[in-house]
């Protein structure tokens, strides 16, 4: 299966406790780099969100999102230290026994004492299990977005296989009719300085113009990667790193076949090779 590095997924969950929002949104990169902002009630997550992340993504970078919206609560939620309210009447009348004038103690001021007032904890461990949950199924979406955009790669990938190896099979072809025309030229060469054609010294010369030009084995192995890559494509594993490497290999064995060319036509077919496997390559940069 062919999937992307490049996906979004979203998704969304509600409760008593709130509103839970889970993004996860993954790009290109050589390695599987995750970050994470999550709100504070929701930190103890990230460790199993990174094992989750490791059973389903094996390259990319990943920006995952988690927002909690808590329920508004109602004034009756706070609370009251009624004792460290009596304790803080209590010092501000020996206060003001001491004082003359002393204003009148403000119950806001009260209030405002540290301690006195406060807002009972809240249990979260509904949202944290929901937002288990929902991480669960947007990374499951991720990953079904991922194989969905990578899939569609692979006509791209067919037709520039099946082409590389039409021309493969056009220069092998061609290569009998251009070393009996090197033939010719040597000949010919001969005749024009007026050299007594010998067979041995032909025979000599096209040994070696043979030797210079030969490009069986770069044909070989051209066919050779071609099918490790299908091979690849059509593999359930991580596949962007195995077919960069080959794109490598093509790309060295044409630049080969370019090299050892002795007709326009070998260098026209080389240089389409090229082409071909550049487009590819920049695909397989978004490959997981």
Known sequence: MIRSMTAFAR????GEWGTLTCEIRTVNHR????????PEVLRELENPFREALRKHLKRGKVDVSMRLQSAEK??????????LVRAVGAA???VSRLLDNAAAIDTLDVLRWPGVLSVPEQDFSEARAAAMGLFDEVLTELATSRAREGERLRPLFSERLAT?????????????????SQEQTIKERFEKAQVELEPERVAQEMVMLAQ????????????AHVSEVAETLSSGAAIGRRLDFLMQELNREANTLSSKSIDARVTRAAVDLKVLIEQMREQVQNLE
């Open 31 to 38: 390695y599987l780099e995750p970050s994470f902002r999550l």
């Open 92 to 94: 501000a009348a020996r």
């Open 164 to 180: 590389i190896t039409q021309l493969v099979a056009d220069v092998r072809a061609l290569m009998p009719e251009l070393l009996k």
């Open 11 to 14: 998704s969304e969950t509600h």
């Open 74 to 83: 109602t004034s009756d939620e706070f609370e009251v230290d009624e004792d």
């Open 212 to 223: 210079k030009c030969d490009v069986a084995e770069e044909l070989d192995r051209l066919d």
